[in-house]
């Protein structure tokens, strides 16, 4: 028996839709919805916003009337409900029984992009291609010169994109390194202004490579940092292949998620080392598990100013649209999540095998419910100083998109409030648009990252694309 379902620690052990757009249709939110011009060169959206900017370009709380949260069942409406400026809070009292409704295989049917398709983002926000032509561009980070780090899963390599962030799809395209397998996770170290490697995570190990800011290739070869992390394959409801990487701030703790090979371990597989985050040392030492039960941690982040880590997780599958809702969360060092045998603050899932009815009350509550089955992935804080005030600090997601609901959610970026360092338990939609009129899906954010000149990137690897969302001082300021 799999010691890992006989302990009450963490070790490292052996073997219904409700339309919201009528609240915006009388002008409660200016989205950029015109439609597009085809060529990329050209293809933009703005839209004019309410915030103030004084003469010396200091940024001001934006004083628009926000949306009223949705609660209840019209917060767990699907894609029909997406806009930008669309609050959500979902709570354990939302949660349905299992198999309220039935479990379905509905998997995005991906088209390009309709020539009138474009992401829409909040008023005063204008969408552009930073660079388009990639192939399956996932997690990404920015170095401190301002370069982007785009890791390309598929073909396995990194590349680096450098431009005129103001210029549409014009950022010149490097390629740092080739080789990899399934990377994913993608980190500077030592964290700061002067990094001297480049962290990548595999599906089954860790890597670095020598940098220094201005690198356009790896000055070196690959040094092997973690070995043996459990790879994985890419199976409906599990099999969770991604390797997300990130350092604590002060340099001195190295976390790598590693999500679950099963659903809900419905059959007795070797789970060891997964569903949990673990931490070592940037040179691969040490290894414990800093948390655990949590399903698929695809994207990290470490708070700026708090140093909590905080992690965007896919939960499980097949009981039905309403179960069980992603998260984006603070983890708690030592913390359980409940994969597989619980969800939810102690929600019992008997399909798990080796019941553990002693872990019921370790069982910890996420900060912020998502939409069931949308696929949260990449995450990131915002730092940059180009958004209104409002923004400092508050955390981005991407929700790639659903496959196990019989209407789609996710396909857009989330907004996460924050209040001193801590989330307030709702989330916005911030950039939508990704699915047509039809149902069909042209476009699936998977990582963001905060640009050198302060605006927000999103990866969309059903597209091919970058996409910079960038506040307009200049149009604002001409209202």
Not at 71 to 89: H, Y
Not at 161 to 186: H, W
Not at 240 to 267: A, C, I, P, Q, Y
């Amino acid at each position: 028996m799999n010691q890992r379902f006989q302990s009450t620690r963490p070790r490292q052990i052996g073997s219904a839709a409700v339309s919201v757009f009528g609240l915006f249709a009388a002008g409660m939110l200016a989205c950029n919805s015109s439609p597009a011009r085809q060529s990329d060169s050209s293809q933009e959206r703005t839209s004019a916003t309410p915030i103030s900017v004084t003469d010396r370009g200091e940024r001001q709380p934006e004083s628009r009337r926000e949306a009223p949260i949705l609660t209840g069942e019209a917060a767990l409406g699907d894609w029909t409900t997406d806009a930008p400026g669309v609050r959500r809070r979902i709570t354990l009292a939302d949660l349905p029984k299992p198999y309220a409704t039935r479990s379905v295989d509905n998997g995005p049917r991906l088209v390009p992009r309709p020539e009138n398709a474009w992401p829409k983002a909040p008023a005063g926000f204008k969408v552009t291609v930073f660079k388009s032509g990639l192939e399956n561009p996932r997690q990404m980070t920015t170095a401190p010169n301002g370069d982007v780090f785009v890791v390309e899963s598929e073909p396995g390599r990194v590349r680096v994109l450098r431009g005129n962030s103001s210029a549409d799809n014009s950022a010149e395209v490097s390629t740092f390194a080739t080789g990899l397998v399934k990377p994913f996770g993608i980190a500077f170290y030592p964290p700061g202004p002067n990094p001297t490697y480049l962290y990548i995570g595999n599906t089954d190990s860790v890597v670095r490579f020598p940098y220094r800011n201005g690198d356009l290739k790896a000055r070196g070869p690959s040094e092997m940092i973690v070995d043996n992390l459990p790879g994985g394959g890419r199976l409906r409801g599990g099999g969770h292949w991604t390797r997300d990487v990130k350092f604590s701030n002060d340099g001195k703790r190295m976390f790598v998620s590693v999500g679950s090979l099963t659903n809900v371990h419905e059959k007795p597989i070797d789970e060891t080392r997964r569903a949990d985050i673990l931490v070592f040392t940037p040179q691969g030492k040490n290894e414990r598990i800093f948390a655990y039960g949590i399903r698929n941690a695809v994207g990290l982040a470490v708070h700026p100013q708090t140093g909590e880590l905080w992690a965007s997780v896919n939960e499980r599958d097949t009981l039905g649209d309403q179960l069980v809702p992603d998260y984006v969360t603070h983890v708690q060092e030592g913390g359980f999540y409940g994969w597989p045998w619980y969800y939810m603050g102690g929600h019992p899932d008997e399909r798990a095998t080796e019941p553990r009815p002693d872990l019921k009350n370790k069982v910890i509550t996420p900060d912020v419910l998502i939409q069931s089955h949308s696929a949260s992935l990449g995450m990131v804080f915002y730092t940059g100083r180009q958004f209104p005030s409002e923004y400092d600090l508050d955390a981005f997601a991407a929700q790639h998109g659903s496959w196990n609901r019989a209407q789609r959610t996710g396909y857009k970026v989330i907004r996460i409030p924050m209040k001193n360092g801590k989330a307030t338990g709702e989330y916005v939609d911030f950039m939508t648009g990704f699915v047509t009129p039809e149902g069909h899906v042209w476009g699936r954010p998977v990582g963001v990252t905060v640009g050198g000149d302060g605006s927000l990137l999103v990866s969309d690897d059903a597209s091919g694309t970058i996409w910079r969302v960038a506040y307009s001082r200049a149009s604002s300021a001409k209202r």
